[in-house]
């Protein structure tokens, strides 16, 4: 059974920094292309940054620059560090492969606000 957790999301204020981590099993996670999403309120989820197992990345133009992804394979875990938080970037956070094939965990809610 895959099980997907999110978590380390908070309030933050702008300009300042958050890690998220998303805890994997069920799956082959080394061979498998993980990506983070996010959907703010009355928007469609989008894609915000992809790495794939052999450690490419990709990320949304509005997050170049200020997010990493990254994975540690021997916890079956995948991080988004987030620095230079801005308003905008409020939404809650989900973790899925590349190709959102699994059903979609709880995610972990990002507020950015003064």
């Known amino acids: 059974q895959v099980q997907l957790v999110e978590s380390g999301g908070g309030l933050v204020r702008p300009g300042g920094s958050l890690r998220l981590s998303c805890s994997t099993s069920g799956f082959t996670f080394s061979l498998t292309s993980m990506a983070w999403y996010r959907q703010a309120p009355g928007k469609q989820r989008e894609l915000v940054a992809s790495l794939t197992f052999t450690g490419r990345t990709n990320y949304a133009d509005s997050v170049k620059g200020r997010f990493t992804i990254s994975r540690a394979a021997a916890e079956n875990t995948v991080y988004l560090q987030m620095d230079s938080l801005k308003p905008e970037d409020t939404a809650v956070y989900y973790c899925?492969?590349?190709?959102?094939?699994?059903?979609w965990g709880q995610g972990t809610q990002v507020t950015v606000s003064s």
């Open positions: 899925n492969t590349q190709t959102a094939a699994f059903a």
